[in-house]
């Protein structure tokens, strides 16, 4: 199947500063790429839908501006948390449609000190 | 999109069958069914898709009434490996944008 990546798998951070996570494509193009979040024990939450060439799509209740998604390439989005604090402390995954089948990539645990 | 609802967890054996249900009674005519198996920190991974009937693949089948309002996975003679949450999803076969919602999922646990 269709392969997904993210970078980087864990990151630790001090609160205040921002982390960028990256999500590939690596063997398919995606116009559209999702992203989601997970706290222990908890089902995955979906945050945003990311738009190649356009702005990303928000659910309700997450802050696009401490959210920040640029989906630049087809086969890159970038998921940018701004001065992050520990309650950002989560399991973040991205996923990508190339037609039918959802794939999700690995996931990266951000740790906020 | 139509809501699903699974057992929180389910118990088993080594070498038992599992079938765990889910339903959705608000399922539309274009949504599919889909099942994915998630182990801790790891990403989602698919394990079947269906839209009525019945679906096999090389590790799972999928029984769907013809109401579709439910589904149900049955796992083969699963093995400690399968310990897993397993979540049951129902999304539009059309776009490529179009977001899937994932409910609470069933945590299975099999014991020796």
């Known amino acids: 199947g269709a392969v997904v990546s993210q970078h980087p798998s864990r990151v630790i951070c001090k609160s205040g500063t921002s982390v960028k996570i990256e999500c590939r494509s690596l063997d398919f193009q995606a116009t559209t790429m999702f992203w989601y979040r997970q706290f222990p024990k908890k089902s995955l939450m979906l945050m945003a839908t990311?738009?190649?060439?356009?702005?990303?799509?928000?659910e309700q209740g997450v802050e696009k501006d401490k959210f920040l998604i640029n989906h630049a390439s087809l086969t890159l989005s970038t998921l940018t948390v701004t001065s992050a604090h520990p309650e950002d402390s989560s399991f973040y995954i991205c996923?990508?449609?190339?037609?039918?089948?959802?794939?999700f990539g690995p996931g990266t645990r951000l740790t906020v000190l | 999109l139509a809501k699903t609802t699974q057992p929180i967890s389910m118990d088993s054996y080594e070498g038992q069958e599992v079938n765990i249900t889910c339903s959705h009674n608000n399922i539309a005519t274009n949504d599919y069914i889909t099942w994915y198996q998630q182990f801790p920190s790891q990403g989602p991974r698919f394990i079947i898709q269906?839209?009525?009937t019945k679906v096999t693949n090389e590790v799972a089948s999928l029984f769907i009434p013809a109401d579709r309002k439910s589904s149900t996975l049955s796992l083969p003679r699963v093995s400690l490996s399968d310990t897993a949450v397993y979540y049951c999803l129902v999304a539009r076969r059309d776009t490529g944008g179009f977001k899937t919602i994932f409910g609470a999922g069933t945590r299975l646990f099999v014991k020796a």
């Open positions: 269906g839209y009525k």
């Open positions: 990311s738009n190649e060439g356009s702005k990303a799509t928000y």
């Open positions: 996923s990508a449609k190339p037609v039918d089948e959802q794939f």
